[in-house]
């Protein structure tokens, strides 16, 4: 079963407004990571926060944590039309060894020229 | 050249053939990983691998089988193919504690 679960599952925006993600998991985790794929291409890493840290950011990118509500969101200000993709949440398991990583199955994110 | 290299990018088969796909990466990472995707599923993890002696299950291992043949490379195997095994395969590696870094994809296509 999927750890993750991704809402909204799509989003339209204007180019300029943010864009907000969210990502629910079910077991306590080691870390929570946010990736980005562009259609049909493979997944690039764009985030990881670890389950001590409950924000952070890169560039545009934001991302909080919320381990009691099993939560985390993505924010992305200002988008782009080259930020088009889908965005998925991963989580790695704290009862794992670590590394294995078990993802959401993503938000399809469109930005209106 | 790309760090995380899959072979074939594209196939077609027929139902009961059997399909190796091949991954190799230049990372020098210990771990390695393949998961399937398709549309609305996000990706699924079929096996990983932590080190060359070391492979493990994911969640939809049934109808796969994998083969770490030296630190660089991982194979993914379908013994007969069926047509619901029709996806788009990724192939990752990772640190420990890392993110993953993704190959491109193989999309197989089982008729």
């Known amino acids: 079963s999927q750890q993750g679960e991704e809402d909204p599952q799509a989003l339209s925006i204007q180019e300029g407004e943010n864009a907000t993600m969210n990502c629910s998991y079910k077991t306590s985790i080691n870390n929570l990571q946010w990736y980005r794929q562009n259609s049909g291409r493979g997944l690039v890493h764009l985030i990881l926060i670890r389950s001590n840290e409950r924000e952070k950011h890169s560039g545009r990118l934001r991302v909080t944590l919320d381990t009691s509500k099993k939560s985390s969101s993505l924010l992305i200000t200002a988008s782009r039309a080259a930020d088009t993709a889908s965005y998925f949440c991963?989580?790695?398991?704290?009862?794992?060894?670590?590394?294995?990583?078990?993802f959401g199955q993503g938000t399809e994110l469109s930005v209106k020229p | 050249d790309a760090d995380v290299t899959q072979t074939p990018r594209n196939r077609i088969t027929k139902t009961g053939k059997r399909i190796m796909l091949e991954c190799s990466q230049t990372?020098?990472?210990?771990?390695m990983y393949w998961y399937r995707q398709d549309p609305g599923l996000g990706l699924r993890l079929i096996y990983y691998s932590f080190d060359v002696k070391d492979i493990n299950k994911g969640e939809i291992s049934d109808g796969y089988s994998v083969s770490r043949q030296a630190q660089a490379k991982f194979s993914l195997s379908l013994e007969s193919a069926i047509p619901n095994q029709t996806a788009l395969y990724f192939c990752a590696t990772s640190r420990i504690g890392g993110e993953l870094f993704f190959g491109e994809g193989s999309r197989l296509t089982v008729l």
């Open positions: 991963a989580t790695e398991a704290i009862y794992n060894q670590g590394g294995k990583l078990i």
């Open positions: 990372k020098g990472h210990d771990r």
